[in-house]
């Protein structure tokens, strides 16, 4: 049984710095990409950042481009995402995701799992 469980959410203040965490467990991830996705108060969910498991690329959102990283510890089998220069406009749920079989980076939509999400809020 596939389990994504995320961690490190938080109360930062604009300008700060979290790193969420996603445990990954119930299955190989060799072949898969990992994504961050994130969902605000009445907004759709969006994309966020992915990271193939075997080659290591990665992908972001322009929204988020040079302020957050996506990485992933092979021997942890955990994916992470550090976030720095946070804004107020970051708020929101966190989710990590998985989208099995697949070894490209670029991929906003389709997940095949879902972690439960944490939360991340941006004060001003």
């Known amino acids: 049984q596939v389990q994504l469980v995320e961690s490190g959410g938080g109360l930062v203040q604009a300008g700060g710095s979290l790193r969420l965490s996603c445990a990954a467990s119930?299955?190989?991830?060799?072949?898969?990409?990992m994504g961050w996705l994130r969902q605000a108060p009445g907004k759709e969910r969006e994309f966020v950042a992915a990271i193939n498991w075997r080659s290591g690329n990665t992908y972001y959102a322009d929204s988020v481009k040079g302020r957050f990283t996506i990485s992933r510890d092979n021997a942890k089998n955990t994916v992470y995402l550090q976030m720095n220069s946070l804004k107020p406009e970051d708020t929101a749920v966190y989710y990590c995701?998985?989208?099995?079989?697949?070894?490209?980076?670029?991929?906003?939509?389709?997940?095949?799992?879902w972690g439960q999400g944490t939360q991340v809020t941006v004060s001003s």
């Open positions: 119930g299955r190989t991830f060799s072949s898969s990409t």
């Open positions: 995701a998985a989208k099995l079989y697949t070894q490209k980076v670029v991929v906003e939509y389709g997940y095949d799992y």
